[in-house]
């Protein structure tokens, strides 16, 4: 019995020896094909290099107490674009939506048009002493944010999100009257340390879009993907920035792919939610990278450009008020008033 339970052991670890090597093995090839650079739409690169998923997973699953977990959908990246479909000589090749997709209603063909402001930020800290022009004009100290919290809640304004906004704009579901939707650019860490306590404080959701492969290089600046998680976990809209947060416009089929459809399938990965929307970075986009976006699943995307009024005919055109850092509440109040009349 000893020697039967002695070979049966020793043959376990044989077999956990060899699951480990083809793990490692598998990890080192995708390393490598990420270290390569060049990215190629075959080559697993953009939807693997995002997420290092079991992990992190793991990791997040026994830090966060997901209030409302969802079964775990592993995503698979690269089956979802078929072989047939690669081949394809059209200008505009179609992407099997990931197994995480979830459709969009089938839209009841009412055209909506709605005022809501989107709000944009980006850091949530003061400047320091050395910041440049730019970063300063990013960055709403805390107290300016509260500021802004209260001067909404005064107003009488519901904080909501894409997804009902979305919702409301194809299939007429209802949304808050006087809504209101914050969204927070490039996953900053200031966001979770000094937004998100404010928001949740005053009963607020934001909607926060993330660059994942700053996430997973755990740049000291931008979150975590357990502080990603975390937001999510407790209420937060989580939506992607992109990758590497490159200009989309004008890029090849193949390089869009792996921007948007890798950094989707890496959040979703930590989320067990699907990514609905994106944010373009720095504001550039064309039509094939709508295209794109559409095929591998998302609903919308929001944009650089000013305005208010978004409209069920351009769910990858929503316009947002940017808040810059050097308003005052009476800036503030001035053009958020000003784009809500010029919608
Ligand atoms: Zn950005």
Not at 58 to 64: A, G, K, N, W
Not at 83 to 99: A, E, F, G, Q, Y
Not at 262 to 282: D, L, M, N, W
């Given at each position: 019995?000893?020697g039967?339970?002695?070979?049966?052991?020793?043959r376990?670890?044989?077999?956990?020896l060899l699951l480990s090597l083809l793990?490692?093995?598998t990890a080192?090839?995708?390393?490598?094909?990420?270290?390569?650079g060049?990215?190629?739409f075959?080559?697993?690169?953009?939807?693997d290099a995002?997420?290092?998923?079991?992990?992190?997973?793991?990791?997040?699953?026994?830090?966060?107490?997901?209030?409302?977990?969802r079964?775990?959908?592993?995503?698979t990246p690269?089956s979802?674009?078929?072989s047939?479909?690669?081949?394809?000589s059209?200008?505009?090749?179609m992407?099997?939506?990931?197994?995480?997709?979830?459709?969009?209603?089938t839209p009841d063909g009412?055209t909506?048009?709605?005022?809501?402001?989107?709000l944009?930020y980006h850091?949530?800290?003061?400047?320091?002493?050395?910041a440049?022009?730019?970063?300063?004009?990013?960055s709403?100290s805390?107290a300016?944010?509260?500021?802004?919290?209260?001067y909404?809640i005064?107003?009488?304004?519901?904080?909501t999100?894409?997804t009902?906004l979305?919702m409301?704009?194809?299939?007429?579901e209802?949304l808050?009257s006087?809504?209101v939707?914050?969204?927070f650019?490039?996953?900053?860490?200031?966001?979770?340390?000094?937004?998100y306590?404010l928001?949740?404080r005053h009963?607020?959701?934001?909607?926060f879009?993330v660059?994942t492969g700053?996430?997973d290089?755990?740049?000291?600046?931008?979150?975590?993907?357990?502080?990603?998680?975390?937001l999510h976990?407790?209420?937060?809209?989580?939506?992607s920035?992109s990758y590497?947060?490159?200009?989309?416009?004008?890029?090849?089929f193949?390089y869009?792919?792996?921007q948007?459809?890798?950094?989707?399938e890496?959040?979703?990965?930590?989320?067990?939610?699907?990514v609905?929307?994106?944010?373009?970075?720095s504001?550039?986009?064309d039509?094939?990278?709508?295209?794109v976006?559409?095929s591998?699943g998302?609903?919308?995307?929001?944009t650089?450009e000013?305005g208010?009024?978004q409209s069920?005919?351009?769910?990858?055109?929503?316009?947002?008020?940017r808040v810059?850092?050097?308003?005052d509440?009476?800036?503030?109040?001035?053009?958020?008033?000003?784009?809500?009349?010029?919608?």
């Amino acid at each position: 019995m000893p020697g039967l339970l002695h070979r049966f052991s020793v043959r376990r670890g044989v077999l956990v020896l060899l699951l480990s090597l083809l793990v490692v093995g598998t990890a080192v090839l995708v390393q490598a094909e990420v270290e390569g650079g060049e990215p190629t739409f075959g080559s697993q690169t953009g939807a693997d290099a995002g997420t290092g998923v079991s992990h992190v997973v793991t990791l997040s699953e026994r830090v966060i107490p997901f209030a409302k977990r969802r079964p775990l959908h592993v995503p698979t990246p690269v089956s979802t674009v078929t072989s047939s479909v690669m081949s394809m000589s059209t200008p505009i090749r179609m992407l099997l939506p990931s197994p995480t997709s979830v459709p969009l209603p089938t839209p009841d063909g009412t055209t909506r048009r709605i005022v809501v402001p989107i709000l944009m930020y980006h850091h949530v800290a003061v400047a320091g002493p050395d910041a440049d022009a730019i970063r300063r004009d990013l960055s709403v100290s805390p107290a300016a944010f509260e500021a802004q919290l209260r001067y909404l809640i005064a107003r009488g304004y519901q904080p909501t999100t894409l997804t009902a906004l979305m919702m409301h704009l194809q299939v007429g579901e209802p949304l808050p009257s006087n809504p209101v939707i914050l969204t927070f650019d490039d996953g900053f860490k200031d966001q979770f340390t000094n937004a998100y306590p404010l928001l949740k404080r005053h009963g607020f959701v934001g909607s926060f879009f993330v660059i994942t492969g700053f996430a997973d290089e755990g740049r000291e600046e931008h979150m975590s993907w357990t502080e990603i998680a975390f937001l999510h976990a407790n209420g937060m809209e989580i939506g992607s920035h992109s990758y590497t947060h490159p200009s989309l416009r004008g890029k090849s089929f193949d390089y869009i792919v792996w921007q948007v459809l890798g950094s989707k399938e890496a959040i979703e990965a930590r989320t067990h939610e699907p990514v609905r929307f994106f944010s373009y970075p720095s504001g550039q986009y064309d039509q094939r990278v709508v295209d794109v976006l559409r095929s591998a699943g998302y609903w919308g995307a929001v944009t650089l450009e000013a305005g208010s009024l978004q409209s069920s005919q351009r769910p990858f055109e929503f316009r947002r008020i940017r808040v810059r850092g050097t308003y005052d509440l009476k800036d503030f109040d001035h053009w958020f008033n000003h784009w809500l009349a010029n919608p």
